[in-house]
C-alpha cells in the first residue's frame, strides 16, 4: 500500500467516524446537559492524548528552539470557537435529528469562502455563486421533509457559522505551532470552558453508567484518534483531495443514523442532502485559491511535536 492510499483511508476514516458522532452525541444528549457532555468528551480526549504527546516529545529531537509563548493563547482562541462549534450542535441534537443536524452543520464548508470574499473584499467566483444556491435549496428540501423548522435547525445554523468561524481562524494560527501540542492545547481549553459553563448552569454530575461507553468513544476515538488520523493522513493527501473526502461527512451522518438510531431520510430529504454536499464540493473549488491574509507555515512547524 502507498503512503498517499493508506492516507486516502485514513481520511475516509476519519470522516466515518465524525459522521458516527451525531447519533451518538444525540442518544447522549438525554442521559448528559449539553455543558456537561462536551466537558466530559474534551477531558477523556485530553487524558487519551496526553500519553502520545509525552512520548512523541520523547522521541523526538532535541529542538533548539522554546516552546512558544503564544501557544496557550491561539490554543484560547480556538478552544473558544469548538466550545461555541460543539454547544450549539450538542443542543441542537436535543430537537432536531441527527441526520438533518449533519447537512445544516456542513454549510459551514460553504460559508468559510464566502466570508473571505467580504473579508478581502474581492469578487465573487462564479462556483460560489452556484453553490450558496443550491445550498439554500438543499437545506430548504431537508427542512420541508423533516416537518417545520425547528428551534435545533436553528442552532445547527448558529453551528455552521461558529465552526466557519473556527476554520479560519485555524487556518491563521496553526501554522505557528506544531499539530500535537497545539491539539492538546485546545482540548485543554475546551474541557477548562465546558466545565466553566456546567459550574454556572447550576453544577457538574457524575455521568450515569449508561454514558460511560459513548463519553470514551467520542473522547478517545471520535476527538483524540481522528487528530491524529487526520495529521498522518493529510501529509500524502491534497488539500483538494481532503476536502472532497470530508464533503461525505454528513452522508456517513446519515448512514449512521439510519444503522445506530433508526433514523430514515426519504426523496426529498435525500435530494437536499445531495445538493448541500454539491453545493460544499463547489465552494472548495472556489476556495482553492491561496488566502493573502493568511500566513504561510513558519520553518520548523510541519512535525508533530515541535
Known amino acids: 500500500m502507498t503512503p498517499h492510499t493508506r492516507g486516502l483511508l485514513l481520511l475516509i476514516l476519519v470522516t466515518a467516524v465524525w459522521g458516527s458522532t451525531f447519533a451518538v452525541v444525540k442518544e447522549l444528549g438525554a442521559l448528559l446537559d449539553p455543558a456537561e457532555l462536551i466537558a466530559w468528551r474534551f477531558t477523556v ?17 532535541v529542538s533548539p528552539r522554546p516552546p512558544r509563548r503564544d501557544l496557550w493563547r491561539d490554543g484560547l482562541l480556538i478552544g ?26 456542513a454549510l459551514s464548508v460553504v460559508l468559510v469562502p464566502v466570508w473571505l470574499v467580504f473579508a478581502q473584499r474581492r469578487r465573487m467566483p462564479a462556483a460560489l455563486w452556484v453553490a450558496l444556491p443550491l445550498a ?10 423533516g416537518g417545520a423548522f425547528v428551534a435545533g435547525d ?28 497545539f491539539t492538546f492545547a485546545q482540548l485543554i481549553v475546551v474541557a477548562v470552558l465546558a466545565w466553566a459553563w456546567a459550574l454556572v448552569q447550576g453544577g457538574v454530575t457524575v455521568p450515569p453508567a449508561a454514558a460511560w461507553g459513548p463519553l470514551l468513544y467520542l473522547g478517545v476515538i471520535a476527538t483524540a484518534a ?6 498522518v493522513g493529510q501529509k500524502t493527501v491534497t488539500a ?3 476536502s472532497l473526502i470530508y464533503a461525505l ?26 445538493l448541500v454536499v454539491v453545493a460544499t464540493v463547489l465552494s472548495q473549488r472556489a476556495d482553492a485559491a491561496p488566502h493573502p ?14
Open 154 to 181: 436553528a442552532w445547527a445554523l448558529a453551528c455552521a457559522v461558529t465552526y466557519a468561524a473556527f476554520i479560519i481562524a485555524l487556518e491563521q494560527v496553526a501554522p505557528r505551532h506544531a499539530a500535537l501540542p
Open 249 to 274: 461527512e454528513p452522508v456517513t451522518a446519515t448512514l449512521f443514523s439510519f444503522l445506530l438510531i433508526g433514523e430514515r431520510v426519504g426523496l426529498r430529504g435525500a435530494l437536499g442532502g445531495a
Open 226 to 231: 481522528t487528530t491524529l488520523m487526520q495529521t
Open 240 to 242: 483538494a483531495e481532503a
Open 136 to 145: 439554500v435549496l438543499g437545506l430548504g428540501l431537508l427542512s420541508w421533509e
Open 45 to 61: 480526549a485530553a487524558v487519551a492524548l496526553l500519553p502520545v504527546l509525552a512520548l512523541s516529545r520523547r522521541r523526538a529531537p
Open 293 to 306: 491574509e493568511l500566513p504561510a507555515p513558519q520553518p520548523g512547524t510541519e512535525d508533530l511535536t515541535g
Open 80 to 105: 473558544a470557537w469548538l466550545v461555541a462549534g460543539y454547544g450549539t450542535q450538542t443542543i441542537a441534537l436535543q430537537t432536531t435529528s441527527a441526520n438533518r443536524a449533519a447537512f445544516f452543520t
